[in-house]
């Protein structure tokens, strides 16, 4: 069960990085500052997660592994909602 807890959580943090790695914007979006730190700051954790599981593997409890993996399947359902803009998880100006 921990292998597959560890192999969902890479692949789920690699889709979440990819993601937002891939998106393009609309030739009429504006910047949004806040966004693109947003955006920024969800690529490195994600990105250094899977990088770090893949790398060093895990030390955390199972129940903790399963409790990551579910806010990241959260996120990643947010994410790609979003088609991959950050500033869309944001409330409006």
């Known amino acids: ?3 597959f807890i560890n192999t969902a959580t890479v692949m789920v ?3 979440i990085c990819i993601r937002l790695l891939t998106y393009r914007p609309s030739p009429t979006a504006r ?3 806040t966004a693109a ?3 920024w700051a969800l690529i490195v954790c994600t990105g250094g997660l899977a990088l770090a599981m893949l790398l060093f593997g895990s030390g955390a409890s199972g129940v903790a592994k ?3 993996l579910g806010l990241l399947v ?3 359902l947010v994410i790609y909602r979003a088609r991959g803009n950050a500033a869309r ?3 409006e100006d």
């Open 66 to 68: 399963a409790c990551h």
């Open 1 to 3: 069960m921990a292998d």
């Open 74 to 76: 959260v996120l990643a």
């Open 13 to 15: 943090s690699l889709a």
């Open 37 to 39: 730190w947003l955006a």
């Open 31 to 33: 910047h949004r500052p």
């Open 89 to 91: 998880l944001l409330p």
